[in-house]
């Protein structure tokens, strides 16, 4: 089996890697804690920590991160530094130099990031640092990251930092949907550094929305944001549904928590048998529906997030993807919990008059199979229980088709 680099990397033995890194740097590194860690099994592991150094201007915590893999560096290793463990190379870079988000390195300082806003004619006026509050939302290392700059008195953008294989189609399909006028968010800026900044939507996010009253929307409504999608949506380049992707998944899963193994592969088997002999489908899809992508007011969407992933496919997988979701929301007190239930339940039988409920269940199952890597790879308190509670909802909407 190949050495995919997860074990050094989340083992203490990453240490001295981190320890030469920071040296060559010309720092001292004092402590250091995993923070994230995303591994593709037999392939490549990418893991970040949390790290205090001393440098000669004084004490500072920094994120450093490090890249594995079984087959030797990738070409944007090299924009990192190369450091050497037995006969293993392995990619070291402090935030924000990530090698494959060179736009970052603009996006996550204040006064760097006013630039680029007062650059493009984002805001009226000038703006300096001082007049942004920047948040980092989210961050995956090497692939993307999503950042809230929020201008004191004035608008709030969020700033997408993407990989250069990835920015002109992530550009266009957001083009595409505001041509059409679907309530994607307006374009502020694109970068030669691969960032696009994004006018936040109006309304509030279905993520609150859900947990007070009255009903945030309606699932016809939900249903209908997806069908307002243009039919050239269909003719974009398609990706894979979440349900191709099940066994990568389950072997990620499986390799965090090897006695669930035998559990997951028959899940997935059972996924495979209901799903393998169905078309592709060709209608227009969002491709990561859920309630984080999408926005509500006065009781009805007014705004959808994240269309990097549209194009051709099958309405269950979008319906199958909130549904998942809203099954997998962790650490809700019970009144919260109750919420989300009593919305499924007014939703899930809506769903089924559109699409078959068989599919919808399976294709939900495989992408709560996705969602459980979540769980070690950002390293939560608790991972393994709340790993082995999404392997249980998988397993649950399976059993109701069996």
Same mark, same amino acid.
């Given at each position: 089996m190949s050495d995919d680099g997860a074990g050094l990397l989340s083992s203490a033995a990453v240490g001295d890697l981190l320890a030469a890194a920071v040296d060559h740097a010309g720092g001292t590194l004092r402590s250091w804690?995993?923070?994230?860690?995303? +591994?593709?099994?037999?392939?490549?592991?990418? +893991?970040?920590?949390? +790290?205090?150094?001393?440098?000669? *201007?004084?004490?500072?915590? #920094?994120?450093?991160?490090?890249?594995?893999?079984? &087959?030797?560096?990738? !070409?944007?290793?090299?924009?990192? #530094?190369?450091?050497? =463990?037995?006969?293993? #190379?392995?990619?070291?870079?402090? *935030?924000?130099? =990530?090698?494959?988000?060179?736009?970052?390195?603009?996006?996550? *300082?204040?006064?760097? %990031?006013?630039?680029?806003?007062?650059? *493009?004619?984002?805001?009226p006026g000038a703006v300096t640092g001082a007049d942004l509050d920047l948040e980092m939302i989210a961050y995956r290392p090497r692939r993307r990251a999503v950042l809230r700059a929020s201008v004191r008195g004035g608008e709030t953008f969020y700033v997408k930092v993407l990989r #250069?294989?990835?920015?002109?189609?992530? @550009?266009?399909?957001? @083009?595409?949907?505001?041509?059409?006028?679907v309530p994607a968010p307006p374009i502020a800026a694109s970068t030669p550094d691969f960032l696009l900044v994004l006018h936040e939507l109006r309304g509030t996010p279905l993520a609150r929305a859900i947990f007070a009253e009255p009903a945030p929307c309606t699932a016809e409504q939900l249903i209908?944001?997806?069908?307002?999608?243009?039919?050239?949506?269909?003719?974009?380049?398609? @990706?894979?549904p979440w349900s191709d992707a099940v066994d990568h998944y389950t072997r990620m899963v499986a390799a965090a928590l090897p006695d669930q193994?035998?559990? %997951?592969?028959?899940? +997935?088997?059972?996924?495979?048998?209901?799903?393998?002999?169905?078309?592709?489908?060709?209608? !227009?899809?969002?491709?990561?529906?859920?309630?984080?992508?999408? &926005?509500?007011?006065?009781?009805?969407?007014?705004?959808?997030?994240d269309v990097d992933t549209i194009g051709p496919g099958r309405r269950a997988d979008d319906l199958a993807c909130l549904i998942a979701h809203l099954s997998t929301i962790q650490r809700m007190n019970a009144a919260q919990a109750a919420r989300v239930h009593g919305l499924l339940q007014a939703w899930v039988p809506v769903f089924d008059t559109r699409v078959d409920p068989v599919e919808l269940r399976l294709r939900a199952a495989a992408v709560i199979i996705s969602l459980a890597t979540g769980p070690y790879r950002g390293q939560e308190p608790n991972w393994e229980r709340e790993t082995l509670l999404m392997v249980d909802s998988a397993e649950a909407l399976v059993r109701q088709v069996l």
């Open positions: 804690l995993l923070d994230h860690i995303d +591994a593709n099994p037999q392939s490549s592991t990418t +893991a970040t920590y949390s +790290a205090v150094v001393d440098w000669p *201007y004084g004490r500072r915590d #920094e994120l450093l991160g490090v890249s594995a893999r079984a &087959h030797g560096l990738s !070409a944007t290793d090299s924009r990192a #530094e190369i450091f050497a =463990d037995g006969e293993r #190379e392995v990619a070291v870079w402090l *935030y924000p130099n =990530d090698p494959d988000l060179p736009g970052l390195v603009r996006a996550a *300082y204040p006064e760097s %990031l006013a630039a680029v806003l007062h650059a *493009y004619r984002a805001v #250069e294989k990835m920015f002109q189609d992530v @550009r266009n399909r957001h @083009r595409l949907l505001l041509d059409a006028g209908g944001v997806l069908d307002a999608m243009p039919a050239t949506v269909a003719q974009l380049e398609r @990706r894979p193994r035998t559990r %997951l592969e028959q899940i +997935a088997a059972h996924i495979h048998a209901g799903l393998d002999q169905l078309p592709l489908g060709n209608e !227009a899809t969002h491709g990561d529906f859920h309630e984080g992508q999408v &926005h509500v007011g006065g009781g009805r969407v007014v705004g959808i997030l």
